[in-house]
């Protein structure tokens, strides 16, 4: 049996400790005792001390207790009044009653100043402000959304910037001051509740906003809050057409017209997820678009801003595409308030007309002619050649690659193939596809372990024109998307090593913290969908027209923004200015906004992509330079005879990676 250690001896000073704790913790009175045994202890003898080394005091003792008296009820505050034992009595009890009296005044107005406080702390009291923004919920997108608010209002009267989030006021000024830093000149202000609840938001003043934006969480339960947040709007705001303009977000486009019913018609509702597949999907057969696209989407450099086109009434439109030297149209706002994108150069410019131009702001749109720097010589007539079928490979699957497939169908060339490789079950159609579609596009599934990497390292990726990396939704694992994304962009980087040739990788992250990781080569694409969905919520914010001009732009008809070669433009090899590239442009019916350097194309910072550049601009074009340009996409081709157009799975059961 084991010897009990002997207990170590207590010592002196922790038994006083202890006997000092448990005697104030037995009550206020005892405390308060303690309190005056403790002054009149320091304060007597420090007195006494004092008037016994004064050589102006009292030489009897009578005297000398008497300045030692009156020198501790100064210090104490008790009152200084001597005489007989009575009248000191007195004195000490009225400087006893005037110390409890202030003393409980101090602590009235402490408590109250402290309570007060507090609840500013919380985030619960009334913002009284007119003309400013208002942001309800919190999720990825809030940093890029306040950034880009605060971007905009650079040279302009500051406005405040409102959020209303079901989080502690404190930690979202912390992490608002990580992601954006302090504002220079406006103000950010927070509250804390349920954005749902019509009397908390009644405290951010939503009817003196000059707009507000609803954004949805990460949760599966985002698109229903975004839901029961619009109702709370209209329930504040009222039915009316008055009132800001509300700007939401979805991710299920099942949730997209419930919620512009709530929202009603002042508002509106984008589909986050759709977005998304859409400009993956286009980013595919057009490397470098998504840089394009970050550009015109945030507020650093030039945007799409409404000019006045009074100037141009009677003209047609293609006199408008060199009618400015420093912006480049693309299309007009008639007075109905319908957008026309890159309408056919024949339009005429009718009286309440607006331009859509890129510029670097609203008022840096000056008219000047510029068909003058116009170089016919460098000018290439002959048409392009025809887009080839493509061979295209998804690894990965998520809620969003029914949709990526859906738009590589409707924008893929006749005879393109896609083959899934997924670690899930094999899926079924992404979407019914319509008849030109499903003649487009044969896709192929396959179920194959991702996570392994002798699956990936085993893929031949010869055959292959492009490929798109899609991570799991949150939640799927224990890990992060990002992570899976990573591990197999660094396996793809490995084969491209190996074969010495580099594949076009269009890969789709959650973070953007994580897009300086991605080993991906130039010629790759990066898409950080809740950035994306950020920046486009932040510049619809600031114009609302500007919704129509995204939602055909990102669709997979209509007019979209191309990258293609500066060959079908210019000479290659010839010096000419940009206003030629948009007179070769203009003539093939397609609006120029810039180009991309190949020679700089892996320089940062703009990685060669130059937007709006001075219509007198000169430079050597190269055969590998891109050019910019708004275009619309060809009417879907007849189906082949003898195709099938309803077997979209066409060919699932032959789908087999390409060993090596």
Known sequence: MERLEEPRPVSLEERARYRFDRTLARSTGTLMGWLVITCLAVVVPVSALLVWTDPASPRSLPGRLSAVWRTSAETLRLGAVTGTPLRMLLSAVLGLVALLC??????VITTGLADRLAELSRGRSTVIEEGHAVVLGWSDQVGTVVGELLAAQAGHRPRAIVLLADRDKTEMERALALLVGPPARARIICRSGPASDPDVLALVSPRTASTVLVLPSGEPTADAEVLRV????????GDGPDGPPVLAAVRDDRYRAPARLAAGPRGTVLESDTVTARLIAQCVGRPGLSLVLRDLLDFAGDEFHLADGSAFHGSTFGTVLLGHATSCAIGLLTPGGHTLLN?????????????????????????????????????????PPPDAAAHLLLLGWNRRAPLVVDQLRRTARPGSVLHVITDRAV?????????????????RFQSADLSRPETLLGLDLAPYDGMVVLGPDPGDGPDRPDDRTLVTLLAVRLLEDRTGREM?????????????LAPLNPGSDVIVSGELTGLLMAQIAQNRHLAAVFD??????????????????????AEASFATVVAAARDRGECALGYRRHDRRATLPDLGVRLNPHKGERRVWDAEDQVVVVASEPADPPVPPGTDPRDSRAGRKDARPHPR
């Open 230 to 237: 619009l109702l709370a709007l209209r329930a504040v705001l």
């Open 427 to 443: 899926p079924g159609p992404a979407r019914e596809p319509g008849t030109a579609a499903a003649a487009r596009l044969t896709v």
């Open 343 to 383: 309408p056919p150069t024949d339009t005429v410019v009718v009286p309440g007309s607006r331009l859509i131009v890129l510029a670097r702001d609203e008022d840096t749109t000056r008219l000047e002619d510029c068909r003058h720097l116009v170089d016919p010589a460098a000018v290439v007539t002959g048409p």
């Open 102 to 107: 202030v003393s409980t005044l101090v602590g």
């Open 504 to 516: 076009r990788v269009v890969t789709e992250l959650v973070d953007d913290r994580n897009r300086p």
């Open 552 to 573: 055909e732009l990102f669709s997979a008809e209509g007019s979209t923004i191309c990258l293609r070669p500066a060959g079908h433009y210019v000479r290659p090899g």
